[in-house]
């Protein structure tokens, strides 16, 4: 087992600040339910404190972790270290979906370059920062982000993200509503 710590060290901070990308877990309490795990790119974490995070979550094909967070709250965020010393932190924790409705847009959005596709915000509050070894982890050098979901989302313009989420986005593999959902009903 990793080093367990009640909330995020300087340490822990600068690694996940010096990462490119990083994975979202989280399931639904349904056994028959799929496990989720989403890889998460661009400059789209952002600490709020030593045990609060949030991320600004982009279109996708599918949006489970809003419907999971929704459920039950539960939800994990990886980081591994792929260039450097070996290093795997996981951020254990309790997330809330933020939506451009809610209040709490306001709030978060600004702390965050805007990018095309943005379709919900997800606030984690953290109980347990755990780190681990990484020794069997590759090296993988970062070349640069992928453009793709920006051109995409610009090409579709408001009305077709809006089309594109309430066809795509608005029920899990399961068939679990998301909180997006709730703004085409």
Known sequence: ???Q????????????????????GSA???????VN???????????LSPNRVAYLDLTGSGNETSAHIDENRRVTVMFCAFEGAPNILRLYG???????????????YPLFTPLPGARQIIEIE?????????YSIPFMSYTGERETLQRWSVQQ??????????????????????PLGSNFI
């Open 1 to 3: 087992m990793g080093k």
């Open 5 to 24: 710590f009640d909330a995020m060290l300087p340490q822990h901070e600068a690694f996940i600040r010096q990462q490119h990308i990083f994975f979202v």
């Open 28 to 34: 639904p309490l349904s056994e028959e339910g799929h």
């Open 37 to 47: 795990i989403s890889p998460k790119g661009h400059d789209s974490l952002r600490i």
């Open 94 to 108: 309790t997330g809330t979906v933020v939506l451009p409705s809610s209040p709490e847009w306001e709030e978060l």
């Open 126 to 134: 953290v109980h347990l920062v755990q780190t681990s070894c990484g």
């Open 157 to 178: 313009g408001e009305a077709g993200l809006k089309k594109y989420w309430q066809e795509k986005n608005t029920k899990t593999i399961d068939g679990m509503p998301t």
